[in-house]
């Protein structure tokens, strides 16, 4: 269980997020959507431990967050990989890193990528492939980590309709299969509606409504009327807590 | 419809070395052409000087080339270690950056060489203020480039390699280093010639040894020949600095070379 208690974070004069709170189950999804500087992805970031909340706290597992957790892998918009290493070796040196062998580091690196089906790929630098096989890389240094939370910051917006299409449905059967539990940030309603059980609508650094998402994991809505209402409902919601 | 003229081609250079052979003729070209124009012994023909260069070099020019380049060599990588370390230093350090950098900024315009006499009168007639002049004008670019380097990392990218729960070691190692180290190449790289003139200044003074005496020498002795072969020997010295430099990045910044993605996959 992720736990949010009253958090506020602000850099310099300006409030990033203001008394936040908010529950995530063990092994569920939350999708957090809000318009730009809305304090979402400073959320991601404190629940990756990478920034500090001034007030509140954030307790994972019943475990303080107080600094970067090892199972926790975070995927960034631009992917976040580092261009001077190959695909294999971005995926390889968190792991020796990490102090696992290196017999053992590129067995798993090799599985991971055969399963993202990118292991063809895996000699050449991230700068040579197309976005959709870089976010696959990016998907593939998350998993290896064997993380049991992943959080990842509007990782297709910078894909093509089709492209993000695959990633999402990638992102469902990675979930499915893993059992982890996903946070992920988006401006898209409907990826949010695809891959968020949770729908969390973020303004002005507070959560401003709570929506269970009846249409999770669903391309075609059996009934298009009520899930076009809903769609609705959340621009509604995004539009007032944006003002 | 074809395309009248396929780029892929059309390779002017196919074969390793011919960028070289050209770059040579062309200069040789120009160089014949100069003598031919002025018709004076001031400036001596390439096959002249060629034929002196190359019986030169084994006993003469070679010692000479030697202490020049051990000058150099040793300026340059005391240079990018100091400057390598203050430049990430302050790159990652606000508080250090607030203090050396209007330091580095006051300093970096002085017009070292005119320093030499008083480093000579410190440091003696031998290497070390010769050495040290490099040192003085090389190592404010690498210290600038170090900083720019480390300020140029993207935020995200950092947020990633924390997220990772890597230790400050290997922060440096995975991350720090390697996006630092092409601004350091593209440094080194204008740092090797600014180094040449400097090391031809520096050696102009109290030395009886390096390339820059002997063309001094050759130039008093009104011998032009010899002295054209100096400052072809010179200017070899540069050109396999250079291509030292690009062996260097093409091992070490293989990912600056890589293709481009073919996009619609």
Partial sequence: MIKVDHVSIAYGDEAALQDVSLRVARGSTCAIIGASGCGKTTLLYALAGLIRPAFGQITIDGQPLLNVRTRTSLILQDFGLLPWKTVRDNLVFPLRARGLAALDSHNLVNQTLKSLAILDQADKFPGALSGGQRQRVAIGRALVLQPDLLLMDEASSALDAITREHIQQLVLKIWQQNKLTLLLVTHSIEEALFLGQTILVMGRGRIAATITNPWFGQETAADPVSRAALVQTIRRQLHEADV | ?265
Avoid at chain 2, 46 to 60: A, E, K, S
Avoid at chain 2, 160 to 179: E, G, I, Q, T
Wanted: hydrophobic share 55%; with cysteine.
């Fill in chain 2, 1 to 265: 419809m074809k395309p009248m003229f396929d780029k892929r081609k059309i390779r002017l250079f196919k074969w390793p070395g011919s960028r070289t052979i050209y770059a040579a003729a062309c200069v040789l070209l120009l160089w014949q052409a100069l003598h031919l124009a002025l018709g004076s012994r001031l400036i001596p023909s390439p096959g002249q000087t060629l034929i002196r260069f190359w019986y030169l070099l084994p006993n003469v020019l070679s010692q000479h080339l030697l202490a020049s380049l051990v000058r150099i060599m040793i300026a340059l990588v005391v240079s990018l270690i100091a400057g390598g370390v203050i430049g990430l230093w302050i790159g990652m350090n606000k508080r250090a950056d607030q203090l050396v950098t209007p330091v580095v900024y006051l300093l970096y315009p002085l017009p070292k060489i005119a320093f030499l006499p008083i480093l000579m009168v410190l440091f003696g007639l031998g290497n070390a203020p010769k050495i040290l002049l490099i040192f003085l004008v090389v190592v404010f670019q690498i210290i600038i480039a170090a900083r720019d380097g480390v300020r140029e990392i993207p935020q995200p990218l950092f947020h990633s390699v924390l997220s990772l729960d890597l230790s400050r070691k290997d922060l440096y190692r995975h991350l720090v280093f390697p996006a630092v180290l092409p601004r350091i190449m593209t440094a080194l790289r204008i740092s090797i010639g600014i180094s040449i003139s400097v090391l031809f200044f520096a050696e102009s003074f109290a030395t009886t040894y390096g390339i820059g005496y002997y063309i001094m020498n050759s130039w008093l002795l009104v011998n032009y020949v010899d002295m054209f072969s100096g400052i072809l020997a010179l200017s070899l010295l540069g050109f396999g600095l250079f291509s030292l430099l690009d062996l260097a990045e093409r091992r070490f910044c293989r990912w600056t070379q890589a293709g481009k993605p073919d996009e619609g996959r």
